[in-house]
């Protein structure tokens, strides 16, 4: 079992930077790959970036490549996504998820969530 909390959300006006931090409780972190997914109002939830459990293989979806970074400390249990040159449509709801295998699977955890919104 992991339980995912989620903090760093908040507000910022167009082109600013936010960083997210996910803190994962249980030992088998190290072993889980990670990822952020986001659900803007009215919206699916979507996938934003993963990242392995060594931190070698990373992916982004186009929306966010080369503005956002995911980065993981397996020591401290915790996952980052750092956010830069922020637009109004990221905002969203942004959620931290953990796959036991690969993240080319569903999420098998979900933390509960931090508010992300960008003020045009």
């Known amino acids: 079992q992991v339980h995912l909390v989620e903090s760093g959300g908040g507000l910022v006006q167009t082109g600013g930077s936010l960083r997210l931090s996910c803190a994962a409780s249980?030992?088998?972190?190290?072993?889980?790959?990670m990822g952020w997914f986001r659900q803007a109002p009215g919206k699916e939830r979507e996938f934003v970036a993963a990242?392995?459990?060594?931190?070698?293989?990373?992916d982004y979806s186009d929306s966010v490549k080369g503005r956002f970074t995911i980065s993981r400390n397996n020591a401290e249990t915790t996952v980052y996504l750092q956010m830069n040159s922020l637009k109004p449509e990221d905002t969203a709801v942004y959620y931290c998820?953990?796959?036991?295998?690969?993240?080319?699977?569903?999420?098998?955890?979900w933390g509960q969530g931090t508010q992300v919104t960008v003020s045009s």
């Open positions: 990242i392995t459990w060594n931190s070698r293989r990373i």
């Open positions: 249980g030992r088998t972190f190290s072993t889980y790959a």
């Open positions: 998820a953990a796959y036991r295998n690969s993240y080319s699977s569903k999420p098998d955890y």
